[in-house]
Structures are given as structure tokens and as C-alpha cells.
Nanobody, 120 residues
Framework: QVQLVESGGGLVQAGGSLRLSCAAS????????MGWYRQAPEKQRELVAG???????NYADSVKGRFTISRDNAKNTVYLQMNSLKPEDTAIYYC??????????????WGQGTQVTVSS
């Protein structure tokens, strides 16, 4: 079974930075798309940033220029560097990955979520 484990969340003052990590473990043949989503109270879960297998990236307009997504394929890990944090970035952040466990089998996996709180 594949598992995604997130780390790096916490409490930070507005203008500060955090770096989230998400490491995939288990039976992994390959990992295609990986992404970070977030969900704040009273809001829908939204895509924050995504990265493809060949490291092409995309970002939500609200975080573009402040957040950077990257991946280390040797470690099966995706990162989210968050700079210039704002109170509106406060949310639970979830890691997502499209993982192939064998040549013909692939599934969508989610991490447990990590809380990011930005104080004003």
C-alpha cells in the first residue's frame, strides 16, 4: 500500500515562510502528477500548485510568485516552499499524487493533511 506523509506545517507570522514536504512510500513503480491542495473553513478544497513527472508546474493565481513547488524523484518527495505568507493562506494543506504501483495499475493518493496557520 502506498502512503503519503506530510510534514512542515505550523504557525507563522504574516510575511514569514514555511516549507512543506510530502514523501511517498510503499510499492511505487512511478509517480506522475503531484500536487498540493488546501482547504480553509467554509471554503472548497482548491489546487494550490501542481507538478508533472517532467517537472512542469502550475499555480493558483492567489499564490503565484510566492509559492514554489518542486520534487525529488529519487526520494519520491514533493515540496512546497511558501514565502510571503498571508493570513488568507491559513488552511489544511493536502498532498496528492498519481502513483503507478505496477505497469498497468495507477491510483490517486492523498496525504493526511498538515495545518498551516498564518497570524496577522
Amino acid at each position: 500500500q502506498v502512503q503519503l506523509v506530510e510534514s512542515g506545517g505550523g504557525l507563522v507570522q504574516a510575511g514569514g515562510s514555511l516549507r512543506l514536504s510530502c514523501a511517498a512510500s510503499g510499492r511505487i513503480f512511478s509517480i506522475n502528477h503531484m500536487g498540493w491542495y488546501r482547504q480553509a473553513p467554509e471554503k472548497q478544497r482548491e489546487l494550490v500548485a501542481g507538478i508533472t513527472g517532467d517537472s512542469s508546474t502550475n499555480y493558483a493565481d492567489s499564490v503565484k510568485g510566492r509559492f514554489t513547488i518542486s520534487r525529488d524523484n529519487a526520494k519520491n518527495t514533493v515540496y512546497l516552499q511558501m514565502n510571503s505568507l498571508k493570513p488568507e493562506d491559513t488552511a489544511i494543506y493536502y498532498c496528492n499524487a498519481d502513483i503507478r504501483s505496477s505497469f498497468n495499475v495507477h491510483r490517486d493518493y492523498w496525504g493526511q493533511g498538515t495545518q498551516v496557520t498564518v497570524s496577522s
